[in-house]
């Protein structure tokens, strides 16, 4: 199943660091809370805010019954035609089940579908494409 996506934008920060960011260059927290924003408008539940990790951004939210995470991080390419993110689908899972794959496992359609609809979306938003989660 395809649950990594690329796409390019110049619409989101990745110029200006913020005192919060946990490294330098720690971009996403505006392209995640303007998911969450759009998934809400469509009533697809969500975190309030974004997480933070050490290299980028994530969320939670439910799809198909399920509760899934969108991570998304950050890989510079062409300023002008629009920086390069990279962003994949969840599931949401405890440590154990982390631990044995669960994360990868029972990704609802819905959720791909939600988050491919909601960067369609975006204007900003180009060169959309979905891979096999490691094999791009």
């Not at 920060?13 to 919060?20: D, I, V």
């Not at 950050?74 to 969840?90: K, R, V």
């Not at 899972?93 to 990704?107: D, P, Q, Y």
Request: charged fraction near 25%.
């Amino acid at each position: 199943m395809k649950t990594e996506v690329h796409f390019q934008s110049t619409a989101f920060n990745c110029t200006e660091s913020r005192a919060y960011f946990i490294n330098p260059g720690c971009w996403g927290d505006d392209v995640c809370r303007w998911i969450i924003s759009a998934l809400r408008s469509r009533s697809i539940k969500t975190d309030d805010e974004p997480g933070q990790e050490d290299f980028g951004w994530y969320f939670c939210f439910t799809a198909g019954g399920a509760s899934h995470c969108f991570v998304i991080g950050f890989q510079p390419n062409d300023p002008e035609s629009g920086d390069q993110w990279l962003g994949w689908i969840e599931r949401d899972a405890g440590l154990i089940a982390s631990m044995f794959g669960g994360r990868r496992r029972g990704i609802r359609v819905e959720a791909i579908e939600g988050i491919d609809q909601t960067l369609r979306s975006h204007p900003q938003i180009k060169s959309v494409s979905w891979h096999d989660r490691g094999s791009s």
